[in-house]
């Protein structure tokens, strides 16, 4: 069966400072992959996905980034974090011809 | 106006009660629609998936869309306190399978 890993679980993190923050996916191969962010109290912000390695699309301008250097791994980074970067990060994946999109556990970012 | 609009609650029931909980959007080319669950703190789980107007049940839950008035539900029947969680509604035209959500339905039920 699948899984889908992201770490780390929480993160607190001072104004300009980098972040990194980790998925992986398991049990499949080629998935197509997202990073979104859900601020307190409302819905998710698509902000990247990738449908290959290297392959990555932006939703809305920001100062993060996105990689993805292998298959099932997908990365999520900012040289300089700001305040306004807090929330929870959600990583996805769904299978080749599929709509469905399962979610990791999510990783709780705050920029202090 | 918002892609797709979902009353945020919370909305607080009786244990055993039948949930309505809706969503209405604006895109007539949303293709598929879905339901997750999350509780505080989780990654959202998938509850149900569907891509034609009607009814569709699984288990204690039935997901419904309604494609000519841009309306979909999820019914809950004998609500349980562990279905206290938020509800999102999620649909997507296929490009890439990207899904706009709404922002979720705050449910509370009491024993």
């Known amino acids: 069966s699948q899984t889908i890993h992201q770490w780390p679980a929480t993160l607190v993190q001072p104004v300009g400072s980098p972040l990194s923050l980790e998925c992986t996916v398991e049990g499949t191969s080629n998935p197509n992959l997202y990073w979104y962010r859900q601020a307190a109290g409302r819905g998710l912000q698509l902000l990247f996905y990738s449908v290959g390695i290297g392959q990555i699309s932006s939703e809305v301008p920001q100062n993060l980034s996105a990689s993805r250097p292998q298959d099932r791994q997908f990365i999520l980074s900012s040289k300089k974090l700001l305040l306004s970067d807090s929330g929870f990060y959600l990583c996805a994946w769904t299978g080749t011809g599929r709509h469905e999109q399962f979610f990791g556990p999510g990783t709780r970012l705050t920029v202090l | 106006q918002k892609e797709v609009e979902q009353d945020p609650g919370p909305l607080s029931v009786p244990e055993g009660a039948i949930v309505s909980l809706n969503c209405t959007y604006s895109?007539?080319?949303?293709?598929?629609f879905m339901w997750y669950r999350q509780y505080s703190r989780k990654g959202p789980e998938l509850l149900m998936y569907?891509?034609?107007?009607g009814n569709k049940e699984d288990g204690r839950f039935t997901a419904q869309v309604d494609k000519s008035s841009k309306y979909i539900s999820l019914f809950i029947r004998d609500s349980q306190p562990s279905d206290s969680a938020t509800y999102l509604c999620a649909m997507g035209t296929g490009g890439y399978n990207k899904l706009i959500f709404g922002a979720g339905t705050r449910l509370a039920v009491h024993p």
């Open positions: 569907t891509y034609s107007s």
């Open positions: 895109n007539s080319a949303f293709q598929y």
